[in-house]
């Protein structure tokens, strides 16, 4: 088995000689390398430049070989190419302009051909699988559309959401009507990558669990399983990633994910027994958890690989993106653990 068909097979819920692994944001800014690429350039500049993307892309797999590369780009590109006006200013995160308040807001955005548009993305995919070759996967992705939408409206990173929500509950029609359209353009942007040879597509909601269970069913779940349903018809897997997602996950399986992106707050044993035998698991250490020492980091580690270890279909991964201030040594500490070839075929 090479990264990639363990990759694939664990997506599908079948067993594995070990669990693949990678780590949301491993390309970042926690690596000296990284930083060193990103001191010459903007992060958007970096996006764009399909060279100096598919370099920092395979940064993190040549330090320490994961068995999958996710693409270096990020979720609020879309609206970008929908006619936002999109940048990353030091210290304070994106910036979205103007914000998308009203019916006539969301009816002056653009649809955008990906091939197009974001056409650097697959240029990006193209040149990392030259380097990384086909033993390993390349994840692409894009944001669930509530997550997408929640930065169109708010204009920026958000505590609270208070005026998305306020839009939500307002005006839902309107609401609605951006959660369709941020979807329909999802789509083609998502075939683009697969099309330039992305093997996974995680889709990331990383704020769909602020809301309540009977709410994302009701209002989220219709445009989130038309963009897995899309996804999926492109023949690859797909996995929907929502972080606080405890009480959702009955609902996430119900969007047709083939793998399900947990984070720390959700005890292993519980969600394979609420969903295990649906669909594959994905997860789940605390990104924190890097911020202790290598020992308490190995332990950590073995502890979730072994709490997943009845899991047909298991992914490796943190419960969240790595942070920039994270210790290299602790990182070290945590690879060296999950990739160490195992003696007992996993889910045997
Ligand atoms: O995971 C990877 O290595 C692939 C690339 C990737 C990035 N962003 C690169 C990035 C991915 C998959 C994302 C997804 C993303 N982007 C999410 C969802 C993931 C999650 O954590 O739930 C979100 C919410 C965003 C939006 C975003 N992008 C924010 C809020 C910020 C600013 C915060 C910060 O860390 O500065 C970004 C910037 C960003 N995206 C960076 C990277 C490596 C840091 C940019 C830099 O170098 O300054």
Redesign the pocket.
């Known amino acids: 088995m090479n990264s990639r068909t363990r990759f694939l097979a664990a997506c599908r819920g079948e067993e594995t000689d070990r669990p693949p692994a990678w780590?949301?944001?491993?390309?970042?800014?926690y690596l000296p390398e990284?930083?060193e690429v990103?001191s010459g350039s903007?992060?958007l500049g970096?996006?764009h430049d399909p060279e100096k993307a598919a370099e920092?892309?395979m940064q993190?797999i040549r330090r320490y070989g994961m068995d999958a590369a996710?693409?270096?780009?990020?979720?609020?590109v879309p609206p970008g190419a929908m006619g936002m006006e999109v940048e990353?200013v030091?210290?304070r995160?994106?910036l979205l302009g103007p914000p998308i308040r009203t019916r006539d807001d969301v009816e002056r955005l653009t649809d955008f051909d990906a091939t197009e548009a974001t056409g650097f993305l697959g240029d990006s995919i193209r040149n990392v699988r030259a380097e990384l070759g086909d033993e390993r996967a390349i994840?692409g992705?894009c944001?669930a559309p509530f997550?997408v939408a929640s930065?169109m409206v708010e204009g920026q990173?958000s505590r609270n959401f208070e005026n998305t929500k306020e839009m939500m509950l307002g005006d839902p029609e309107s609401f609605d009507r951006l959660l369709e359209r941020v979807t329909d353009n999802s789509i083609g942007y998502l075939k683009n990558q697969v099309d330039a040879g992305a093997d996974v597509l995680?889709v990331?909601?990383?704020?769909g669990g602020t809301l309540d269970a009977a709410t994302y069913r009701e209002r989220l779940l219709p445009h989130v399983a038309r963009l897995v349903e899309e996804a999926k018809s492109n023949g690859v897997p797909v996995i929907l990633?929502v972080?606080g997602c405890a009480h959702l996950l009955e609902v996430m399986a119900d969007s047709g994910a083939h793998v399900l992106g947990i984070d720390w707050r959700v005890d292993p044993k519980e969600a394979i027994a609420r969903v295990g035998d649906r669909v594959a698991l994905q997860g789940n250490l605390d990104p924190c958890t890097l911020f202790g020492p290598p020992d308490v980091v190995r332990q950590k580690a073995r502890q979730t690989l072994d709490a997943f270890a009845d899991q047909k279909g298991f992914i490796f991964n943190l419960g969240?993106?790595?942070l920039?201030k994270t210790p290299l040594d602790s990182v070290q500490a945590l690879w060296e653990t999950v990739l160490q070839p195992s003696t007992a075929p996993h889910s045997a």
Do not use: H, K
């Open positions: 780590m949301m944001r491993q390309a970042g800014r990284y930083r990103r903007t992060f970096m996006v920092v892309t993190p996710v693409i270096f780009c990020d979720i609020l990353f030091e210290g995160g994106p994840i992705f944001g997550t930065y990173s995680q990331f909601d990383s704020w990633y972080n969240s993106g790595i920039p």
